[in-house]
Antibody, heavy 118, light 106 residues
């Protein structure tokens, strides 16, 4: 069973850049799409974007100007960078494996909580 | 932009059938997925491609999709099914989630 684990700083200052990593174990990052999703406290899920193992990316238009998602197949990791942070970016951030280019999210990480505050 | 609408809450007694709707323009032309999120946990896929169940998901979970509405049905609801449920579909290469439905089993 593939396992995903997000890691990164729990606290980031406004206007700074968030950098998160998702490490994939018990499976290869190759041949799959991988998504980032976030969930503000007490609210619903929001898709941030995805990356294919060859590096191709798709982003949510609402975040596109601030987001970069990349993949490192040698480390079996994907990364998320989100810049110009505000309090509205405070959320639990999840990575998930995506089956096909517009498919279902069949494995999720436990999530990492990011708080944007000075 | 495309939107998926879910009722904020649904209540059901144990052993009864719970139905959660997800509405969107021509939703039936898309594939629907459903995710269960128990309190403090990450989402879990329970239905994909409208009506398929991943391995390990109980067969009391079923789904359908036609017209403008996708439906998640939980037959013989159990207390363990008490959770938030999210529908999801793709529109123009963007994953869209519904706002979520809080299913209370009481």
């Amino acid at each position: 069973q593939v396992r995903l684990k997000e890691s990164g700083p729990g606290l980031v200052k406004p206007s700074e850049t968030l950098s998160l990593t998702c490490t994939v174990s018990n499976g290869s990052i190759a041949s799959y799409h991988w998504s980032w999703i976030r969930q503000p406290p007490g609210k619903g899920l929001e898709w941030i974007g995805n990356v294919y193992y060859n590096g191709d990316t798709k982003y949510n238009l609402s975040l596109k100007s601030r987001v970069t998602i990349s993949v490192d197949t040698s480390k079996n990791q994907l990364s998320l960078n989100l810049n110009s942070l505000t309090a509205a970016d405070t959320a639990m951030y999840f990575c998930a494996r995506q089956r096909t280019v517009t498919g279902w999210l069949d494995s999720w990480g436990q999530g990492t909580l990011v708080t944007v505050s000075s | 932009s495309y939107e998926l609408t879910q009722p904020p809450s649904v209540s059901v007694s144990p052993g009864q059938t719970a139905t959660i709707l997800c509405s969107g323009d021509k939703m039936g032309d898309k594939f629907a997925s459903w995710y269960q999120q128990r309190a403090g946990q990450s989402p879990l896929l329970v239905i994909y491609q409208d009506s398929k169940r991943p391995s390990g998901v109980p067969d009391r979970f079923s789904g359908s999709n036609s017209g403008n509405t996708a439906t998640l049905t939980i037959s013989g609801t159990q207390p363990i099914d008490d959770a938030d449920y999210y529908c999801q579909a793709w529109d123009k290469n963007t994953a869209i989630f519904g706002g979520g439905t809080r299913l209370t089993v009481l």
